[in-house]
């Protein structure tokens, strides 16, 4: 079986600027896959090129086995965008919107589905108003329903959550992790790393146009180095010796990062030679936060 | 084919939705020129002979304005897409280069009919023009409505900006159609700028056009077709490989 989503040293430049620089990446079918990466890193730019809407200076890219430019029309019809930019058509109302969206693919008789689009999106109340009339949450959601459409195997959503409230956050992932289980292959970009870690089991890390992680998010959570011991001290100080251990974190609270569990003896007798009390203590598990700050520091 | 239909029809809905901006007021226009011309000139011009001059003007208005409007269409509806961000719509899905052009076509063509057709009918209530080849009339109305289509379509991908759209409009577009004889024959011009009317391809769109009406023209019809429907052919050839490569749209 064709791989869903498959990069082979891929190029673009934008003028002075390389934004992808030898990609090579492979998602297969029914995976939920996160793309990572700060901004600048040439996640919309890899999207892009997969969608078409960008072309490639050099290399392959294939959507369930289609040449993107060869095979254009059966690449974007297998492929639904989510695209990072609120765009909307102002002319028209939301199931306007759907209906368009459905027949440039082809597709004449979908109502049955834009409807169930629409209920799964909370969309119903709205379906009738025009897209200018709505919030930005649900104009996000509107941009949500128009990539599923035409029920893509594979779907991008291009940081779908930024600037959206909690509830809709998790209405939304609740209904793409059902797309997944009913075997859509999903592929995910977001600035939220703790929502990549629940959904993705695959993790691909891009930092100036290149990969530079991919891994299973379980393998990279092993791989970060270091253990880091959340305190809450009185008085709240650390004697001279911890001090240079210590990593941000939250108020009012001291975080030490140290090498492994047995330090945790000796840190303890320090801070009780120092006089100072442990009123709280926590072991913090490595978070996919803390493997992107390590990865995206290395080199 | 379902794809063509439904760009097709988004793109009448488009404008049709502000039908007032984008019909009426044409036609308006229309008959304001038509009222202050015909007033001004009627029975001190002749073109044709045993033609009145608002009679000789018609024809001429409801093609010069079938065509600004087939430009204005197609144009207006590419930037807009552009600026706002909205064309990636159709450009993720998989319409054919074919389906995406000719889609944009038609309803320029369908916008401009309507509002020529318009501009015809209101005038009737003054002057009964009649229509002696209506053939020759439609063929003309639909490759010159399809020709200034094409040209929106080609300036609307290449403009950035509102204001280059603008431009492109009021420099090349606007003179090329006022110059083109609507309200003159190019007979009544020195000859060298009846030939330099020769060289402007509106003037062949209108003149043809209005064969259809009086039988007569400043040119063979023949001819004006031929003229026509190489420009039509060049610029679908010009705006189809524009579309296929992404110029402008695929970056």
């Known amino acids: 079986m064709a791989a869903a989503i498959e990069v082979r040293q891929v190029y673009k430049r934008y003028g002075d600027v390389q934004a992808l620089d030898g990609v090579d990446l492979t998602v297969a079918p029914g995976e939920f896959f996160a793309l990572l990466g700060p901004n600048g890193a040439g996640k919309t730019t890899l999207i892009s090129v997969l969608a078409g809407l960008a072309r490639a200076d050099r290399g392959t890219v294939r959507v369930m086995g289609f040449d993107v430019r060869e095979n254009y029309r059966e690449a974007r019809r297998a492929l639904g965008v989510v695209p990072q930019e609120l765009v909307f058509d102002p002319f028209f109302t939301v199931r306007e919107t759907l209906r368009i969206q459905s027949g440039y693919f082809g597709l004449r008789h979908n109502e049955t589905w834009i409807d169930e689009v629409i209920e799964r999106l909370d969309l119903a109340a709205k379906a009738d108003a025009n897209m200018r009339a709505l919030s930005g949450g649900m104009k996000r959601r509107v941009l949500v329903a128009q990539a599923l459409v035409h029920k893509p195997p594979v779907i991008i959503l291009d940081e779908p959550t930024a600037g959206v409230d909690v509830e809709l956050r998790q209405g939304l992932w609740g209904f793409v992790r059902q797309l997944n289980a009913a075997g859509h292959t999903i592929v995910l970009t977001t600035h939220y790393l703790e929502e990549a870690e629940t959904l993705c089991s695959r993790v691909a890390m891009l930092k100036n146009g290149r990969v530079v992680a991919l891994d299973t998010t379980r393998n990279l959570l092993a791989g970060v180095s270091g253990i880091h011991l959340k305190l809450r001290l009185d008085p709240d100080r650390l004697p001279p010796g911890l001090a240079e251990q210590s990593v941000p974190g939250p108020e009012g609270y001291r975080v030490l990062a140290i090498q492994k569990h047995a330090d945790i003896p000796d840190l303890m007798i320090a801070l009780r030679q120092g006089g100072i009390a442990v009123q709280e203590l926590e072991l913090l598990q490595p978070d996919l936060e803390e493997a992107f700050v390590q990865i995206m520091g290395r080199r | ?251």
């Open chain 2, 1 to 251: 084919m379902t794809g063509f239909r439904t760009l097709l029809y988004k793109e009448m809905l488009r404008f049709w939705k502000v039908s007032f901006q984008t019909v009426a007021a044409p036609i308006i226009t229309a008959l304001l020129y038509l009222l202050v011309f015909s007033h001004v000139l009627e029975g001190r011009v002749e073109v044709y002979p045993g033609v009145s001059y608002t009679a000789f003007l018609i024809p001429g208005l409801a093609m010069m304005s079938l065509l600004q409007n087939a430009f204005a269409n197609s144009s207006s509806s590419m930037i807009q897409s552009k600026v706002t961000g909205n064309i990636i719509f159709v450009l993720l899905p998989p319409l054919s280069h074919a389906e995406f052009y000719w889609a944009y076509i038609v309803a320029a063509v369908v916008r401009g009919l309507m509002v020529g057709l318009g501009v015809f009918s209101v005038t009737l209530v003054t002057v009964a023009v009649p229509v002696p080849h209506p053939f020759w009339a439609l063929v003309f109305a639909l490759l010159g409505g399809g020709i200034l289509g094409a040209l929106g379509l080609i300036a609307g991908i290449w403009a950035d900006k509102f204001d280059q759209l603008a431009t492109f409009q009021n420099f090349i577009i606007v003179p090329l159609t006022f110059l083109a004889g609507v309200f003159y024959s190019i007979h009544s011009l020195p000859p060298f700028w009846q030939a330099v009317s020769h060289l402007n391809p509106f003037f062949y769109m209108i003149d043809g056009f209005r064969f259809g009406f009086f039988n007569a023209s400043d040119v063979p019809p023949t001819t004006s077709l031929v003229v026509v429907a190489i420009c039509f052919a060049a610029l679908s050839f010009i705006a189809l490989q524009m579309i296929k490569r992404g110029w402008k749209l695929r970056h």
